[in-house]
């Protein structure tokens, strides 16, 4: 008997902690009979069907969700075209809630598993090694719960509602299999549930919020972290909500840091303690990544989908928590809510924007099957997709039209802001518009109008479009914004094609070349290039002139030249755990050129 689990990713460094904790469930109870296939949704439904069939399954599960459902419907009738006989079930929150209908468009499934499911698979498959004939499978099958099936003649039967796992009987479903995560990210979870009740949310379905055992989750992460896995993240929807659970996980992540594996947390910021923020701001850079969720700052919208939140209270927790520049902040906002137009959300994302955290998402609202706004939808006149990820289209508060902008804003903030690689540019660049906001509207119509590229093989287009962009807008400054852009970009990488917006350094390669000599010989900062001689340090470091203060958030006056040249020195050696910039000294140039 061969029970074979499907994950479907969205990409290949992602991976499904569900198929892993049904098949470690089962394996617990003796069962050896389930075997894992991971795929990713950029692979073709032909490629996954012929991979599905050479494994000659017994019976099929896939784990379905927003983002692989559209492929997996594909699958499915092409599965019971040549496999035929095989049972196909599915499970997972995107059948979960609309079984009915999803029984009714795919008459060759099976059934599908309601909700939590390590138990119910582990019923299921017991039910095929033991039935020895399809009248007893069926009536093994009412006696599961938790499960929407098809009996024989076509009727569909609902079972009773199964009871919530008990997470500290769950065994960790990692042991032995770490191999497979080679540069993937492992998904962890140390509770399930969320004590709020976001009605855009499938967790405001499941009104019970259970933890594991604080021994239990120290002796799983511990097995991750002997593992040296890099990224390690918490599938928790709020972590935080238990202080004494949060405040004990994270003091044993700080105590067993091994110096390379990284924890990444959903948190509610406004919930956060003295006490946690301190610790946390105590942490090794980069140990630690927090996602918070802030949606909205207007309330109105807030309240309609009873969404509890003190913004004011969030700023200032955000605020301390980058003092120390050691933790990766991500900050989510939701375009479509109830109330919001297009002049709330605009002020939401300024208000969002002035955190300055590390991301920032410019989501949108999904209307998910089950969730109570998707039962409120007529009421608020939202038109959403029919098929996943169920977008809305347009609100009375919120256009199409708009809603259009607001992604191609999307975009432009991905690639410039949430790709970190033009952030000192931006800073000034925003000082020549009413707000961030407007920056980035303005950026997206110009993109549109000079029909540039989205998507180009080459970083450097990026900086060539943004330099034009600030040259259409802010044209006095351009020099200081051609030294801008270069400074972002030695910061990320020592290019070995020079962009032709920067400065000529022909005047400087004495000076340039004196200060590597000198080094060689001193090793006054450059101390851990010991036993590399100047022309090598001039390979793997970069010393680029300026006239601008680029490097000084007090010096950043786009009118503000310098009478003399200002030297920095880019060590990429030493890179920032958060941005993965390089360090950045500022030498000064004692000798005359030529000596």
Known sequence: MKFLLIAVNAKYIHSNPAVYSLQSFAEEAGRQHMEI?????????ADILADIYSKKPDVIAFSCYIWNWEIIGKLLPELNKILPDIPVWLGGPEVSYDGEAIMGRFPS???IMLGEGEVTCKDILDCYLCSRDASMREYELALIKGILYREKEGKLVKTGERERTDLNRLPFPYVGVLNRFQNRIIYYESSRGCPFRCSYCLSSIDKSLRFKELAKVQEELTVLLEGRVAQVKFVDRTFNCNHVHALEIWKFIKEKDNGITGFHFEIAADLMTETEINLLKSMRPGLIQLEIGIQSTHQAALDSV?????FDRVKAVVAELRENNNIHIHLDLIAGLPYEDYGTFRAS???VYSCRPEQLQLGFLKILPGTPVRHQATEYGIAYEESPPYQV??????????????????MMVELYYNSNQFMNTLKVLETAFSSSFQMYEELAEFYEKKGYYLVSPARSYRYEVLLD???????????????????DLYLRENCKSRPDYALDLSLYQDQIWGFYKEEAENRKLLPHYEGYNAKQMVRMTHLEVFRY???????????????????????YHKRNALTKEATVLRIDILFDAGK
């Open 349 to 351: 994302f300024d208000q």
């Open 393 to 410: 289209l347009f609100t009375q508060w919120l256009s199409y039209e708009e809603l259009c902008r607001l992604h191609k804003m999307e």
């Open 306 to 310: 009873c969404r509890k939140m003190d």
């Open 549 to 571: 203060p680029v490097d000084a958030e007090a010096g950043k006056d786009k009118t503000n030249k310098s009478e003399s040249p200002i030297y920095i020195l880019f060590d």
């Open 37 to 45: 296939t991971e795929y990713t949704i950029n692979q073709t439904a």
């Open 109 to 111: 499934v099976t059934g």
């Open 469 to 487: 962009f600030a040259l259409a807008y802010d044209g006095a400054n351009a020099d200081c914004y051609r030294e801008l852009l270069t400074y």
